[in-house]
């Protein structure tokens, strides 16, 4: 069994997925942390300077809430059904509001599970829940 | 200032991009294309055993690339309204990406764009990219 099935393991139990994402490279350069509330793993992303993408607002990125919404999709489904990781068959967003130089949230909600495909809906929020920045859908293919 | 040069500036300014290591590859204005590359860089890997780089690099390669194909055409977008991505085969790791769009279509509110994710052939890409833009509003 590798290290990450181990604390894949372990999170799916104590719904901690901080020790997960620290093994997983891009989660640490974006500064990705997740937790299990209910059942649901909300994904947090606390603001750091190099996730702008508009100076003058100044903004988040497009494409990091975009990585957020599918790194929810993707924790969601294995934190449902173990290892392995998902893939991504495609993948879409819809922009509804700026995201804030402040804290983003991202929640995955699984439609539809089935042998091979899994359809997923995303919504990324900051302070407000109920006024997501940003929804996505996508389908993913299973392991 | 030409539309080359808001293309390089925005590239040049934009700290995500920057922390990524996204670089203006070349940039036609009369047909609104751009290329941008993004290097592979180990912490950039989402799964460590394939050393594959996160979907969400590719993500802010191609909606950072479909904003510059827009600037490209002379015309100032406000928001991105929406981005799909088709997973078309999987990315060599080690290996750079290439982002290649154009906006093909604008009208007085709408910018369309389209393009792909590759590895150095345009005909086998790693993804599809499709995009729309809100403009900002005609002040005139």
């Not at chain 2, 204005?29 to 979907?55: A, I, K």
């Not at chain 2, 015309?75 to 309204?81: D, F, S, V």
């Not at chain 2, 982002?99 to 007085?108: E, H, I, K, P, Q």
């Amino acid at each position: 069994m590798s290290e990450l099935d181990v604390l894949i393991r372990a999170a799916r139990a104590s719904g901690d997925y901080d020790p997960v994402l620290a093994k997983l490279p891009y989660a640490r350069f974006l500064g990705l942390s997740a937790q299990l509330e209910g059942a649901t793993v909300v994904l947090r992303l606390p603001f750091s300077p190099i996730l702008i993408g508009n100076t003058s607002l100044p903004s988040v990125h497009g494409g990091v809430v975009g990585a957020a919404l599918e790194s929810a999709a993707l924790l969601q489904l294995v934190h449902e059904r173990g290892l392995p990781f998902a893939k991504t068959i495609d993948f879409t967003v819809d922009y509804l509001r700026v995201a804030r130089a402040e804290e983003l949230y991202a929640v995955a909600e699984v439609q539809r599970i089935g042998k091979r495909i899994a359809n997923v809906r995303m919504r990324a929020y900051q302070d407000q829940e109920h006024e997501p920045v940003a929804l996505g859908r996508g389908n993913f293919l299973l392991g | 200032m030409s539309a080359l040069s808001y293309v390089e500036q925005f590239i040049r300014t934009l700290p995500h991009g920057q922390a990524l290591g996204i670089q203006l590859v070349s940039c036609d204005p009369t047909l609104g294309r751009c290329v941008l590359s993004q290097p592979w860089r180990e912490e950039l890997v989402g799964d460590p055993d394939s050393g594959v780089l996160h979907g969400g690099v590719i993500t802010a390669l191609l909606d950072t690339l479909s904003a510059a194909c827009v600037i490209a055409r002379s015309i100032r977008p406000q928001a991105t309204l929406d981005l799909r991505i088709d997973y078309l085969r999987p990315a060599t790791p080690r290996m750079q990406l290439l982002g290649d769009a154009s906006c093909y279509r604008v009208t007085r509110h709408v910018a369309f764009v389209r393009g792909v994710c590759h590895q150095g052939d345009p005909e086998q890409p790693v993804a599809n990219l499709t995009a729309t833009f809100i403009l900002q509003e005609d002040k005139s």
